[in-house]
């Protein structure tokens, strides 16, 4: 082979390289600036429904959303090699009986303290201030903690026993009837009219709300919902990536944006739209813990629940309060009732508390009931609330 041969050969060769060098950058700009696409879920085989990729923007409602320019993502990452492998939670029905013993350690002490004053026999008034004592400091609230005074002091002089069995039936009775077993505590998660249900998670910073929805998640896919998870608190950096972590392990989608600080209002609403289009059951949306006296982010919150409510409307609106914080808990969810028509109550870190009457003094302040309860920080720690495991677990 000549020089002339070699040469040509040589230029063939770089050619060659150079083509397909040209090739591989043109697909990787076709590719987009920076923005992955993850495998879609596979359809369940009951319904045939297929899960969407990414979302696109559906035309914003004026006046309401500013999108600033933040995409939003549906984001699920089960075809990653790194993906946690899928769990399936256990049906959470009976589950506050079987963590009723966590409930009951830090409680009972109430219980322990009421049993022992009652059963002492010819009580006086400075025994019965203890009594009222006790209870106000389990934050069951004054008027409830008179009512129960009332009717213990009525039974006490009626029957003149101080047997301690008769004492604890009487303590029990009057405690399941202040924390009335009579109130709808049903989680509204179920399609209607041919949209998901929409529950919207409110609260202020650090009572768990995040995750209070990878949990609350948990829950409804051990009943067999198809879920979809929003990330709209958008101003704390790594709320977004743990709740799609919270997704990710029981296989749902999560809704977020891919510019921290983006409107939340749009991103909630982009979830509810991707639930429509995926015909999920339910909607999830996590909001940011915001201060109640803090006015603008409390309108806010009234701001997402408009803009979401033109795409369906809001089923459940969940307050989550840190049981531990007492009266200033309460101050917390009479604002938010006013800024948005709470429906529920979750009660987290309720097994690192003896003041389990926060339960019925949030109830008669808002007149809703407490729907779920935290009982640890194991992914299956939150429970639906059980008045007579609850009051049980109080009195031993």
Request: aromatic letters at 2%; charged letters at 25%; hydrophobic letters at 40%.
């Amino acid at each position: 082979m000549g020089p002339i041969d070699e040469l040509w050969e040589i230029l063939t060769v770089v050619t060659v390289v150079a083509l397909g060098g040209l090739a591989l950058l043109v697909a990787l700009v076709r590719g987009g600036g920076g923005r992955t696409r993850t495998a879609p879920r596979p359809p369940r085989a009951d319904t045939g429904r297929e899960a969407a990729g990414d979302v696109l923007a559906p035309e914003r409602p004026d006046g309401e959303v500013d999108n600033r320019g933040g995409g939003v993502l549906v984001e699920e990452d089960l075809g990653e090699p790194s993906a946690p492998t899928l769990e399936r939670p256990e049906s959470a029905r009976g589950r506050l009986q079987r963590l009723r013993a966590r409930l009951a350690r830090s409680n009972s002490a109430i219980g322990n303290a009421l049993l022992a004053l009652l059963a002492r026999g010819g009580l006086s008034e400075s025994d019965w201030e203890d009594v009222e004592d006790t209870l106000l400091a389990s934050d069951l609230g004054v008027e409830a903690s008179e009512e129960l005074v009332s009717a213990l002091r009525t039974q006490v002089k009626v029957d003149g026993t101080t047997d301690p069995e008769q004492v604890r039936q009487w303590l029990h009775d009057d405690l399941l009837r202040l924390v009335d077993p009579t109130m709808d505590r049903r989680i509204a998660a179920s399609r209607e009219g041919g949209h998901p249900a929409v529950i919207l998670v409110v609260g202020v910073n650090g009572t768990g709300k995040t995750t209070t929805v990878g949990k609350l998640g948990r829950v409804l896919v051990a009943e067999d919902k198809d879920v979809v998870l929003g990330a709209a608190d958008t101003f704390r950096a790594a709320a977004a990536d743990q709740l799609q972590t919270w997704g990710q392990r029981i296989g749902v989608p999560t809704v977020r944006s891919d510019r921290e600080g983006a409107d939340p209002a749009s991103v909630a609403f982009e979830a509810v739209s991707a639930g429509v289009e995926m015909e999920s059951d339910v909607v999830i949306i996590d909001t940011a813990g915001r201060l109640h006296t803090k006015r603008g982010l409390m309108d806010e919150l009234g701001k997402i629940k408009r803009v979401v409510e033109k795409v369906a409307p809001v089923g459940e609106v969940l307050l989550v309060l840190d049981a531990t914080t007492g009266q200033n808990g309460m101050r917390q969810a009479e604002e938010f009732a006013r800024e948005v028509d709470i429906t529920g109550i979750v009660l987290t870190k309720m097994d690192g508390t003896a003041k389990g009457g926060i339960v019925v003094n949030v109830q008669r302040k808002l007149g809703v009931p407490v729907k779920l309860i935290g009982l640890g920080e194991g992914p299956d720690d939150l429970a639906p609330f059980d008045p007579e495991a609850f009051v049980s677990a109080i009195v031993g």
